[in-house]
């Protein structure tokens, strides 16, 4: 009977212990969050397998190219037919034979050529597969700086909460002692109030930030993340500065190895079209086995030949084709082309992008310095009445919007600096 108990027991806490392990908290650093995402980000998932897609599509087209073995049996009655030869009468029997047939390609232009495309084609997933890591990468790192801001104006905001409770607070005391007006108070409960709500609708935020953070990693949606990074050790002055004088080259971008490589397949789809004017060579080989036979049978069971294709006149269909191969060719040059003065352009303005957000950010950490002096000393005159509650919330307020600039300013520099990695392919990245 213990034994049963014991046993309903603990078979009533698996289902606990389960729940416990699924929703129990994960923590992370960017670079593990990039890893883990990288790993398990569906989109990314989905992505790769383009890469064994094509991998077997370049299997497909090289095995056009090798020996064709097909079989065959057949069977075939004349329900006894007698042929009448001047009064010889022969019966015509059943045949039934089984047919081994071998071809094999000798020479074909096009297929040689389509051989290397689809290689090309392969590269060409690949690197598209590339460009869908480093959307995931921004896309985590994007995320990942949006909740540690979220996180430090929700700590502001509650330091300022406090600090404005025991402001309220002894104001209303003041007031009950008959020192303070009754505006006062009321000054700063409705301040009280304002900063709750903001905190509230900060931590709405940081709530989908969250969430959107565990799509973006292929994290279940119940499951508790923390950060173990601050929002501060992402900024590295000396590392801005070199990245700002970081010389461009555009072979490194990975749009412009996509359209590069995209470029190449239409030379070689060009040059497919131009090798459908040139003959095609096969051999052939077939054996034949007599399972039913006539009394007279004069076939050979071997047989061996080559077959030559030759194209005489398509109706100007393959120089049309030809046509319309050069021209996709000529449009992907200019895109290419177009593309590098782009990304040359792009560069430009990221890097005056980045040294803006670098002058704010030092301007706006000043600015802080600033308004938590000036509140500080605020504070201390509302408390011995030299200054009114209503300057003590403009303090206040200048002191919030003050942090706020600052932590935009830093998330600007962060995705400034971000934008120009990306150019750059210098993402955070498993290597």
């Not at 090309?120 to 690197?127: E, G, P, S, V, Y």
């Amino acid at each position: 009977m213990k034994k049963v108990i014991f046993l309903l027991v603990a078979l009533s806490l698996l289902p606990w212990k389960t729940r416990a392990q699924e929703t129990s908290p994960r923590s992370f650093t960017l670079q593990e969050a990039i890893t883990f995402a990288l790993e398990h980000n569906k989109q990314l998932q989905a992505s790769a397998m383009n890469i064994e897609l094509y991998k077997q599509k370049v299997r497909e087209t090289i095995a056009q190219g090798l020996p064709q073995v097909n079989g065959s049996v057949d069977y075939s009655t004349n329900f006894n037919h007698e042929m009448d030869f001047g009064g010889m009468k022969i019966t015509m029997k059943d045949q039934s034979n089984a047919k081994l047939s071998l071809q094999q390609l000798l020479f074909n232009g096009q297929w040689l050529v389509g051989v290397r495309a689809s290689r090309l084609a392969h590269r060409l997933a690949a690197q598209q597969i590339d460009i869908t890591e480093q959307e995931v990468v921004e896309n985590v790192c994007n995320s990942y700086y949006n909740i540690l801001a979220c996180r430090r104006m929700l700590a502001i905001l509650d330091r300022n909460i406090q600090l404005m409770n025991d402001s309220f607070e002894h104001t209303r005391d003041m007031f009950s002692a008959g020192v303070m007006e009754e505006t006062d108070v009321d000054q700063l409960r409705v301040s009280v109030g304002q900063l709750e709500n903001s905190r509230l609708s900060m931590q709405r935020t940081l709530e989908v930030s969250h969430n959107l953070l565990r799509i973006q990693m292929g994290i279940e949606g119940d499951t508790p993340v923390t950060l173990s990074d601050d929002l501060e050790c992402f900024i590295d002055p000396d590392a801005n500065a070199r990245l700002a004088l970081q010389p461009f080259h555009v072979e490194e971008n990975l749009q412009y190895r996509l359209v590069a490589t995209q470029t190449e397949v239409n030379k070689k789809l060009l040059d497919a079209e131009k090798w459908s004017h040139a003959p095609t060579l096969a051999g052939l080989y077939s054996y034949t086995h007599k399972i039913l036979k006539p009394e007279l049978d004069m076939s050979p069971k071997h047989a061996a030949g080559l077959s030559l294709s030759i194209p005489i006149f398509s109706g100007m269909q393959r120089d049309a084709k030809i046509k319309q191969a050069r021209v996709t060719l000529e449009q992907s040059l200019v895109n290419k082309s177009l593309l590098e003065e782009q990304l040359a352009m792009q560069e430009r303005q990221l890097k005056f992008e980045l040294n803006n957000a670098m002058e704010n950010y030092n301007l706006q950490k000043e600015n802080i310095e600033v308004a938590n002096r000036v509140l500080d000393s605020y504070k201390r005159k509302y408390e011995v009445g030299t200054r009114s509650s209503m300057e003590l919330t403009q303090a206040n307020t200048t002191y919030l919007q003050a942090e706020n600039n600052y932590t935009s300013a830093v998330l600007a520099l962060l995705q400034a600096r971000l934008n120009l990695e990306k150019l750059y392919n210098r993402l955070p990245h498993v290597q």
